[in-house]
């Protein structure tokens, strides 16, 4: 800034004829730029600081009433014993028949093939182990078209059915 308010700086010629003075700015204007840097100091010191509200601080405690609120998972058996496959018996009647067929062989009574696979021959594309079928049940195959049944069963069905399955010929 030039010793003299109100001076011609001389760009002119550089700027299509647009003449420049050399101006201070006004001191509310000033008065409001430095209370803005202020603010932002004391705001920012505060929320991270001070009061403990960042983003961060908040999203941590979410996760954890989240987490607290959630129902615990119950353990899911690792053994298919008869009783549950007993019990897994109507649970796959009234869920899996119309992909799997009545007999879980992948056709329907009529004989037609049906969109789920044959679950008693042997042969898994996802495992064949008691803890395969229940990952598979429980997480589905959406590229096969299988919902996930995990949100929609409980682990306590999904046991019984995986269950069944396993004890129905198929399972290794």
């Known amino acids: 800034m030039s010793n003299k308010p109100g001076q011609i700086l001389g760009h002119g010629a550089e700027n299509d004829?647009?003449?420049?003075?050399?101006?201070?700015?006004?001191?509310?204007?000033l008065g409001l730029f430095y209370f803005t840097i202020a603010w932002g100091v004391f705001y920012g010191v505060n929320y991270h600081f001070v009061?403990?509200?960042?983003?961060?601080?908040?999203?941590?405690?979410?996760?954890?009433a989240a987490a607290a609120a959630a129902p615990k998972q119950a353990?899911?058996?690792?053994?298919?014993?008869?009783?549950?496959?007993?019990?897994?018996?109507?649970?796959?009647?009234?869920n899996c028949v119309a992909c799997h067929g009545p007999e879980a062989k992948g056709v329907d009574a009529a004989?037609?093939?049906t969109a789920g696979p044959d679950l008693t021959d042997g042969q898994w594309i996802h495992g064949g182990t008691y803890?395969?079928?229940?990952?598979?049940?429980?997480v589905?195959?959406?590229?096969?078209?299988?919902?996930?049944?995990?949100?929609?069963l409980?682990?306590?069905?999904?046991?019984?059915v995986a269950a069944f399955v396993h004890n129905s010929g198929g399972g290794q």
């Open 131 to 138: 803890a395969d079928i229940q990952k598979t049940i429980t």
């Open 111 to 113: 004989g037609n093939k």
């Open 140 to 152: 589905g195959v959406p590229d096969k078209g299988m919902i996930t049944w995990g949100p929609i």
């Open 17 to 29: 004829g647009i003449e420049e003075y050399d101006n201070p700015l006004p001191t509310w204007w």
């Open 75 to 94: 353990e899911l058996p690792t053994v298919a014993t008869p009783e549950l496959a007993a019990a897994g018996k109507g649970i796959f009647e009234a």
């Open 51 to 64: 009061a403990k509200t960042s983003q961060a601080i908040q999203y941590d405690a979410e996760v954890a």
């Open 154 to 160: 409980g682990a306590e069905k999904i046991s019984q």
